[in-house]
């Protein structure tokens, strides 16, 4: 069974982001970057289905800059068989039909069983690659997984709201995206790190791919104005602790 | 403008949602007309026409099925927007759409203003403003961010349509949420840990907050997913929603998805590390501190 993960590498949501220059994103720079969080469920379960079966074989793709290798190698030693780096340094202001269409080219004529995406990504938070990708390949598509099993068969859990799920069976070849709590994504073992820099990474320049035109157009990138009037008590840790009280005190008929 | 709502249903219900849509409509003084898969003895209150196919011949939830219906109405009506709710239903249709029309997508709109679109980014720290280029645009809108100004009125004139599109993916039934072993909707004061709390060991520490009030331990999603904490303490939509008196919102980022189970709340105290995390939009006060030396002080000054 051949295997697709997508991933993205994302900044670590806890950054101070700068505006760019021309407004439309963040500033890239000093930034510390990590897996998107709903992406590691996504490797994780791939590698899971690895471990189930005994032919199974997972690429894990990425498309952006040169610093995304870091996110693939970490993939690859999680577990992911070989990667592919599709470079594309403008893809931060690519709409998600672009980036989808990269991918989708790439994976057209590779015949994968299963492609495994977050449902999101957390700078985004679009929610349509995945979709968008299984639209493009025209094969069916599950979002929001909570629980996957395969057994000749595969069945997942689709996440609604208010806890309720909906069991769903498909068949291959099927594009399934991620929701958090899908499983325990692992930590990659020194020994699997070193066994990662062994495996096949090819790099793809995006240029080599089809990709359509943008279909939007980001007009400003912002902090919002802070809406609530919200105190904000900074210092001293046990002065902080005297503050809360007195106003917990005055202002809620709790204390 | 002309707009096209694509409404809800669930378990034979209209979802409440829905009137969301006629509220961002009615905001932007637009033409509407509504779809919707659903049940004619539960059809939403509105002027206007609505294209009804049958829940009961199609499923509630069937991808390819409601993507024809929408695109079949699209070419009848010709609307300039195609507006889901951000939600399960909503962020899986509208990709579809948007990608059969070759249209743009923008997801979980909170803002129109002059023809742009704004949505969160970052985790809801930042924003971006984004503006159409394509004929048709398809939207998700957030929940809750186009809240109908007044009572829903009126009665729309129905036509039934039908699709035999089939699908590749097979419904097989609906999931219970499982028993909730705690009952936060009626708890006064909630202590909730959120991520920043570091880890399992830490949890304590803020139980002990929630002990020493009087009050109950609540989880963000990241919390309760790593078992720090039990399932049944998670607050937001995928957990309870709550509205206490006092609730002390612990190394939580306020992500949209948790802020939606606690933003009634009477008075939010949020204690954070950083500055700009979203949660400070619905906070009373943010204390900017680590939580780790933070909560025991004020337990300790409880005392
Ligand atoms: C469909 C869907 C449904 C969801 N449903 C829910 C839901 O019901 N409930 C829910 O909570 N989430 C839900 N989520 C997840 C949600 O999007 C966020 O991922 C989640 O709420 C983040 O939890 P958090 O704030 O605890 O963690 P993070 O976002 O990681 O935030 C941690 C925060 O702690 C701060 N921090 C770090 N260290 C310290 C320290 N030492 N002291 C003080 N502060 C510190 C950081 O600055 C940061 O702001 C859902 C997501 C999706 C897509």
Redesign the interface.
């Known amino acids: 069974m051949k295997v697709l993960v997508c991933i993205k590498q994302v900044p670590d949501m806890e950054s101070k982001f700068k505006v760019n220059a021309q407004n439309n994103w963040f500033d890239e720079n000093d930034l510390a970057y990590r897996i998107n969080e709903y992406d590691e469920y996504a490797i994780e379960q791939a590698v899971q289905l690895k471990e189930q079966l005994s032919d199974v074989d997972v690429t894990v793709l990425c498309v952006g800059p040169a610093r995304v290798k870091e996110a693939i190698k970490k993939a690859l030693a999680m577990g992911c068989d070989r990667a592919v780096h599709i470079e594309d340094t403008e893809s931060y202001i690519k709409d998600s039909s672009q980036v989808a269409s990269l991918i989708a080219d790439f994976a057209k004529d590779k015949s994968y069983d299963i492609i495994f995406t977050g449902m999101q990504s957390q700078d985004r938070g679009s929610a349509q690659v995945g979709v968008i990708v299984s639209e493009l390949l025209n094969i069916a598509c599950v979002s929001t997984i909570a629980d996957f099993e395969y057994n000749e068969g595969i069945t997942v859990k689709r996440e609604l709201e208010g806890g309720l799920k909906s069991i769903i069976k498909v068949d291959t070849p099927v594009v399934l995206t991620c929701q958090l709590g899908l499983n325990t994504p692992r930590y990659p073992t020194l020994p699997n790190i070193m066994k990662a820099k062994k495996k096949e990474l090819i790099t793809i320049d995006s240029l080599e791919l089809s990709s359509s035109d943008s279909l939007n157009e980001t007009l400003n990138f912002y902090y919002p104005q802070k809406s609530g009037g919200s105190l904000i008590l900074e210092g001293d840790v046990p002065e902080l602790a005297d503050k809360l009280i007195a106003i917990l005190k005055e202002k809620t008929s709790v204390l | 403008m002309k707009i096209l709502l694509v409404g809800e249903y669930?378990e034979n219900k209209l979802l409440d949602v829905t009137y969301d849509l006629i509220g961002f409509a009615d905001k932007l003084e637009a033409d509407k007309v509504m779809l919707a898969v659903g049940y004619e003895e539960d059809i939403p209150k509105f002027d206007g026409k609505l294209y009804l196919a049958d829940a009961k011949a199609l499923g509630e939830?069937n991808?390819s099925a409601h993507k024809q219906l929408v695109l079949d109405v699209v070419e009848k009506e010709n609307p300039d927007l195609i507006v889901f709710i951000h939600?399960?239903?909503g962020?899986?249709l509208?990709?579809?759409v948007?990608?059969?029309l070759?249209?743009?997508?923008?997801?979980?709109v909170i803002d129109y203003k002059d023809n742009?679109f704004i949505?969160?980014?970052?985790?809801s720290?930042?924003?971006?403003?984004?503006?159409?280029?394509?004929a048709k645009t398809v939207i998700t809108i957030q929940a809750g961010a186009f809240t109908p100004l007044t009572e829903a009125l009126g009665t729309p004139e129905i036509e039934n349509i039908s699709s035999d599109a089939s699908s590749?993916?097979?419904?097989?039934?609906?999931?219970?949420?499982?028993e909730k072993g705690l009952d936060l909707t009626k708890a006064?004061?909630i202590v909730t840990a959120g991520r920043g709390v570091g880890k399992k060991d830490n949890i304590p520490i803020i139980q002990a907050l929630a002990d020493k009030?009087g009050g109950e331990l609540g989880a963000s999603?990241?919390v309760?997913?790593?078992a720090w904490v039990d399932q049944s303490h998670q607050v937001g939509?995928?957990?309870q929603t709550v509205s206490p008196?006092?609730y002390i919102a612990c190394g939580v980022?306020g992500a949209i998805q948790h802020l939606a189970g606690m933003k009634k709340s009477?008075?939010i105290?949020a204690v954070n590390?950083?500055?700009?995390?979203p949660i400070?939009?619905?906070?009373?006060?943010?204390?900017?501190?680590d939580v780790l030396?933070?909560v025991p002080?004020?337990t300790s000054?409880?005392s």
Request: proline share 5%.
């Open positions: 669930r939830y991808p939600s399960s239903f962020w899986d509208a990709p579809r948007a990608t059969s070759k249209a743009t997508q923008f997801t979980e742009s949505v969160p980014s970052c985790n720290k930042l924003r971006r403003e984004l503006k159409s280029k394509t590749n993916v097979n419904f097989v039934a609906y999931e219970e949420a499982e006064e004061i009030l999603r990241p309760a997913d790593n939509t995928t957990g008196k006092l980022s009477e008075f105290v590390t950083d500055k700009d995390a400070n939009e619905v906070a009373d006060i943010l204390v900017v501190a030396q933070f002080a004020l000054k409880l």
